[in-house]
């Protein structure tokens, strides 16, 4: 009996091989001329009110990010150029989630190597909106048709690699006439590439609200984040070309700590640029 069952798993261990091996030379198979291209998704929202309008006195739940497809531009080593529909099946993605380097795997397949990608696009579903925490109150978002995203710059994907890009949305939203606007200000890059910006701020404010860091850099784009309750915060896939950066931070409106300027030089060869700093707090003059 023992025989008869180390014979039939003997046999099965064989066909299990030549099964495998079929698949990897079968002309089907993606892995012959493609690689894993993976789409994460990373925001860092802030809230903006339209001159002479006051914020709603609501909680913020959720903000809930509707995205019904997304497609990349590539460029080929013969210079063809054409638009790819990604294996994306769509979903909402509550962005407060996704702030200060969390990210979210979005879409994963099979991609061409020997493909460069220059841009990308989102197209925004309908059901974009805040949930607060008024018996879970939806408001919906009026939200752009679609979202471009120029200068993505993923270099040439080679043969049997795993590219993972990620798309930070910078998402503004707007509050204006009644209405809520969601404007983003996309960027997207290698998770590979660049340099990440990782802060602590002190003394930690005991306030729901959270001190405002904007960051800006020679010729790049400012962005923009809020730190967490804890005072951290973090900016992923800064360019490595830019030396340094002008840090601003504003704290809480009542917090009795002042807004601080600063230029912190970077260190390309580190991955991760690590700083603290601490707010100083406003004396008042005294009255006599």
Request: proline letters at 7%; hydrophobic letters at 45%; glycine letters at 6%.
């Amino acid at each position: 009996m023992q025989y008869i069952i180390y014979y039939i798993f003997k046999r099965f261990v064989i066909l299990l091989t030549f099964a495998f091996f079929f698949v990897a030379c079968s002309p089907n198979d993606p892995s012959a001329t493609s690689s894993q291209l993976h789409i994460n998704l990373t925001d860092a929202p802030i809230i903006a009110v339209a001159s002479g309008e006051e914020f709603p006195d609501i909680e913020i739940r959720q903000i809930l990010i509707d995205i019904r497809s997304i497609e990349v531009f590539s460029v080929g080593e013969d210079l063809n150029e054409e638009w790819t529909m990604l294996d994306f099946p769509g979903g909402e993605f509550n962005v407060l989630n996704l702030t200060n380097g969390r990210k979210r795997q979005i879409a994963s397949q099979w991609f061409l190597a020997d493909r460069r990608i220059t841009k990308m696009r989102l197209v925004p579903g309908g059901n974009s909106r805040i949930v607060t925490n008024i018996a879970h109150e939806r408001i919906y978002l009026t939200v752009p048709d679609e979202i471009i995203i120029e200068d993505v710059n993923i270099s040439r994907i080679d043969l049997n690699t795993i590219r993972s890009i990620v798309i930070s949305l910078n998402s503004v939203l707007l509050y204006q006439a009644g209405n809520f606007y969601l404007a983003p200000a996309a960027r997207a890059f290698d998770e590979t590439f660049g340099i990440s910006l990782r802060g602590t701020i002190t003394p930690t404010i005991e306030s729901q609200s959270r001190s405002m860091v904007k960051i800006f850099g020679d010729n790049y784009m400012p962005l923009v984040s809020l730190a967490e309750p804890n005072g951290m915060f973090m900016f992923l896939g800064l360019p490595p070309d830019i030396d340094e950066w002008e840090v601003h931070i504003t704290p809480p409106p009542g917090s009795g700590l002042l807004d601080t300027t600063f230029v912190l030089p970077i260190n390309s060869d580190r991955r991760v640029n690590e700083f603290s700093i601490a707010l100083r707090r406003h004396i008042p003059p005294d009255p006599d």
